[in-house]
């Protein structure tokens, strides 16, 4: 018989501190510090160039991105403060300078040259010159050094067709390729991964490489990721390339378009996480509820999240401890599983810190971007959580709320 599932948001719990312990002790997880790492995600609200009829000069592109890198670095002060320690912080597809753009021409002065991998020597953009053309690759490259902790960030990348002897796609008329790509800095400021997403979603500003390349990379903390972005999710390559390889822990940065009831951001991730058994750290943009909907989830459960319901753009960062191997893999990797107690707590970040970032002294908006709006403070941080409830049947009704919404 055909099981049938239905997403149900079960409304907006509010609180400073977010356990799962209750949920799960009958589960019997616990873990020590060797067992899991921190990590942090961020629903932003990009600051977008907004006059596109005009292409905007290399200096217009990079004051609209070194604003987003601005907000990215107060996200990752707090990630990586004593408080929360997290060690590795992941931010969403086209968070640097927003997206819908109509063409490659429009895009282009957002590019930079992100170097190939693998390199025979560390590649750390930081304080070195021969990077000074590249000022956002290395500003976030100093950016993981300063605060020790891994980035993973979405970027623009500019491939010169004569520049490589294996062609990823044909060379377009332009003469260049334009990729809408994710990079990952460790904490020496080195670049560990870049990869070029596969599949895209009506995006005329980018190219698609011929066939999908499955990345990953080790970390420090002695996890391996693999890398996905947006749309690439709904595809069999390069997602069972790198499952195939045994990695259970991925990262998804996304500009996620929501279709409700069924194809959300949030439902989207968790049943991702659930169906393939791993980790799955989810980093969307925050504009509304179209797009919208960012977590943290292990085997199915989402340890932190958070959908946007509102018209209003909203930002987060959201942090939680994360089994290093997934509940589900680690009980059935051991012939004679241990039983454990409990999970670890996830963790929020404080609703303070959340409106710190759209305080009055923020930079000025120039006149062709969208500076990120003011928010009221919110009393408490706010989470949504999308379970599975297994319907009744095959076939009836079921009737679903969301705070005062049936």
């Known amino acids: 018989p055909v099981l049938l599932c239905v997403f149900l948001l079960l409304g907006i719990v509010k609180a400073t501190h977010v356990t799962t312990r209750d949920q799960h002790q009958n589960q019997g997880f616990r873990y020590d510090d060797s067992d899991y790492y921190i990590a942090a995600v961020v629903e932003h609200v990009p600051v977008m160039w907004m006059n596109v009829s005009a292409i905007p000069t290399q200096n217009q592109a990079l004051h609209v991105m070194m604003q987003n890198v601005d907000v990215y670095e107060k996200h990752i002060m707090e990630a990586s403060s004593s408080k929360h320690e997290a060690q590795i912080i992941v931010f969403p597809e086209d968070g640097l300078y927003g997206a819908d753009y109509p063409d490659k021409a429009i895009m282009l ?3 930079e040259d992100i ?20 000022p956002v690759l290395q500003r ?12 993973v960030a979405n970027m623009g990348d500019f491939v010169n067709c004569s520049s490589i002897t294996t062609s990823p796609a044909p060379c377009p008329p332009e003469g260049h390729w334009q990729f809408n790509t994710d990079i990952a800095i460790d904490e020496e400021g080195a670049l560990l991964a870049k990869y070029h997403k596969s599949h895209l979603y009506y995006e005329m500003n980018w190219d698609a490489p011929d066939k999908p390349d499955p990345v990953s990379f080790n970390t420090s903390f002695g996890v391996t990721f693999g890398m996905i972005i947006c749309f690439d999710i709904m595809f069999e390559h390069p997602q069972e390339d790198l499952l195939s390889r045994g990695i259970t822990n991925m990262i998804q940065s996304t500009w996620w378009v929501n279709f409700p009831p069924t194809i959300t951001a949030t439902q989207m991730q968790q049943a991702w996480s659930r169906e393939h058994r791993t980790n799955l750290l989810a980093s969307n943009v925050g504009l509304n509820y179209y797009t919208s909907g960012s977590g943290i989830y292990t085997d199915g459960t989402a ?7 509102t018209f209003n753009p909203s930002e987060r960062l959201l942090i939680a401890k994360v089994p290093k191997v997934p509940p589900h893999n680690l009980a059935s990797s051991s012939p004679s599983p241990v039983v454990y107690d409990d ?6 970040a404080p609703a303070t810190f959340v409106s710190s970032l759209f305080s ?3 930079s000025s908006p120039s006149s062709s971007s969208r500076m990120i709006p003011s928010i009221s403070t919110p009393t408490t941080t706010e989470w949504v959580t999308s379970p ?3 319907a009744p049947g095959e076939t009836g009704t079921l009737t679903a709320s969301q705070g005062n919404l049936t």
């Open 109 to 111: 002065p957002f590019l």
């Open 115 to 134: 170097p190939d991998l693998p390199s025979p020597s560390p590649i750390i953009p930081c304080n070195d010159i021969s990077y000074d053309d590249r």
């Open 140 to 151: 976030l490259s100093c950016l993981a050094k300063k605060y020790n902790i891994i980035i």
């Open 303 to 309: 340890l932190a999240s958070f959908f946007n319901p």
């Open 343 to 348: 999970r670890p707590e996830p963790l929020s």
């Open 360 to 362: 009055p002294s923020s």
């Open 388 to 390: 599975f409830i297994p």
